[in-house]
């Protein structure tokens, strides 16, 4: 109980000790149950009581209702409507067009949180939640998806199995948690409108609140229109290139080639969280979606050559950009700063033997069982104290032992027992390490240390051939380093001015970065020089292809 309730000190925001002990009585009964979703997914859950407290999905811990009706402030929620509920029940997740926002604060409208946050969902006249989830995309991504998309992904609700388990706890009645810009103060005055809007395709509503159709004879909800990958392409595409206009290219020397302008400025400016891949997008090509822009009014494009474009100008007036919030990098640039307190340290690894039931007999006299891992330095202490407390060092050849009936035993075969069996130290120790079983201990920053059996496999780096004779190079076991999967092929994919994407290895053993093109030799330089990594941990390093230098 202590634990857990040190665990949700730790996972949520700060909760007053009485709500907390309130909810987590540890005169209580205490129960861990393990399920598993109709996903198969496995998850653990603790109850209280015969309450569900929190439960565990995937690698983060998330409230339940019942909790949060307790203690409402230690998440972040979104605001919807009670008509969206039973869609909701239904399996669906929230929409970005079911979220009330205060549309005056501009990006911050959706406050400032990272994808994958946990979140609950209430509604506006009742600020109890009705649902648990985690963000599909940032709070900057929702505002500059202008409303179409998922917001969050629902993984618990009212009425669900979960919540059924608390009994016949029903819902209880609070008060919004904030009153919206321009939004009625009367709790009933809101229901009312809300009960009274017909939304069609020709009032201004049907944008906001395009989610939901509510009508005064029956409630009847609108199929939200699903946004396609390659729209979700467009948008991030657009997105990219206006932010690149205001950041890193708002004093651009012009000309500038349209692919230098691509590699230098529109990739970077994506999201560490997305990967930009133009060829998924509706334009296809580089020249197309520059083409459009140019239609908007935005840039100006010329041929300096044949099949060579330049950008010729910029109107940095334009509404497109000035539409594009200040307010936003501001957000950006304290994100960077704790990206920097943040930065990726490499995990300390030590190799280690475990005692086996050859070796037991020897170790367990300095009390290590079965199973106990040792550094080679402590076998080797072991090894000293065990042959000098018996006495076995050879008197003439210092650096020979005289072997006793346990150490025969261990570590002898049968031929080779004689009557004055002996060995040498390099070769007692060597022998014994072979008659322990490997593993490795990994300790990441800010981590309990984590022993696991085996050998540590490297990351490792190889080139393959697609269709159309197209090389790939694909990055194997950074997940096993503690390295995020989608930062890395984002940094690859800025670098080398390539699409990059995540999939399974044929051997479906984890996930790879696929990269396009040979490119070993950046990956490598990446590994070796940011993330920090030992030579001896990275794999086919030595593969790499360096371009030959140009003869002055």
């Not at 665990?7 to 393990?34: H, R």
């Not at 539409?323 to 957000?331: A, R, T, V």
Request: proline content about 5%; overall charge neutral; aromatic content about 8%.
């Amino acid at each position: 109980m202590k634990k857990l309730k040190s665990d949700i000190e730790k996972n949520f925001a700060p909760i007053a000790e009485d709500e907390l002990n309130s909810v987590v009585n540890i005169k209580d009964e205490f129960t861990l149950m393990k399920i598993e979703t109709a996903e198969g997914q496995i998850c653990t859950i603790y109850l209280v009581g015969k309450n569900p407290i929190v439960f565990i999905y995937g690698d983060k811990m998330y409230p339940t209702i019942y909790f949060l009706w307790q203690a409402p402030n230690i998440l972040p929620s979104f605001a919807t409507f009670e008509d969206v509920l039973p869609r909701i029940a239904n399996g669906a997740d929230l929409m970005l067009p079911g979220v009330v926002v205060d549309h005056t604060l501009g990006v911050r409208a959706y406050g400032k949180l990272p994808k994958d946050t946990p979140v609950y969902v209430n509604t506006t006249v009742n600020s109890a939640a009705i649902a648990v989830g985690k963000t599909w995309l940032s709070s900057e991504d929702m505002y500059m998806a202008a409303r179409k998309g998922k917001a969050v992904e629902i993984l618990h609700y009212l009425g669900d199995c979960l919540h059924q388990l608390s009994g016949k706890i029903s819902r209880p009645n609070l008060q919004p948690l904030t009153k919206l810009e321009g939004a009625p103060t009367d709790v009933a005055e809101v229901a009312n409108n809300l009960n009274n809007i017909h939304v069609d395709a020709t009032t201004p509503e049907a944008s906001e609140y395009s989610d939901v159709e509510v009508k005064e004879s029956a409630k009847e909800e609108v199929e939200e229109p699903k946004v396609t990958p390659q729209e979700e392409v467009d948008t991030l595409l657009k997105y990219c290139f206006v932010k690149s206009l205001k950041t890193t290219a708002k004093k651009l020397d012009l000309p500038c080639l349209t692919n230098v302008f691509y590699a230098n400025h529109i990739l970077p400016a994506c999201p560490k969280s997305k990967s930009l891949d133009i060829k998924k997008s509706s334009f296809k090509k580089l020249s197309k979606f520059l083409a459009f822009m140019q239609e908007q009014g935005v840039i100006g494009v010329k041929e300096q050559s044949k099949g060579v474009e330049a950008i010729t100008e910029i109107n940095y007036g334009h509404e497109i950009l000035r539409g594009f919030k200040e307010e936003f990098l501001e957000e950006e640039e304290e994100e960077d700063a704790d990206e920097e307190e943040e930065r990726y340290e490499a995990p300390a690894v030590t190799d280690v033997y475990c005692v086996t039931a050859a070796v037991l007999p020897i170790f367990r006299q300095y009390r290590h069982e079965k199973g106990v891992a040792l550094t080679s330095g402590q076998v080797k202490q072991v090894l000293t104290e065990y042959i000098k407390s018996h006495d076995l060092q050879h008197p003439e050849q210092k650096s020979v032992v005289r072997l006793d009936q346990s150490l025969s035993n261990a570590l002898l075969e049968q031929k080779e027992k004689n009557e004055n069996p002996a060995l040498t130290w390099e070769r007692l120790m060597q022998r014994c390490l072979n008659k322990m079983s490997k593993a490795y201990c990994i300790s990441f920053p800010g981590q309990e240390p984590v022993l696991k059996k085996g050998e540590l496999k490297p990351i490792e780096l190889s080139v393959a051939t697609r269709s159309g004779n197209k090389k790939v190079t694909l990055v194997s076991g950074l997940d096993t380093f503690g390295i995020n999967l989608t930062e890395f092929a984002h940094k690859c994919q800025v670098g080398v001015a390539a699409s990059t994407t995540i999939v399974t290895s044929p051997d479906k053993k984890g996930p790879q970065v696929l990269v396009q093109g040979n490119q070993v030799a950046f990956a490598s330089k990446l590994l070796f020089d940011e993330y920090k990594l030992q030579k001896k941990y990275v794999k086919g390093a030595e593969g790499a292809v360096t371009k030959p230098r140009k003869k002055k």
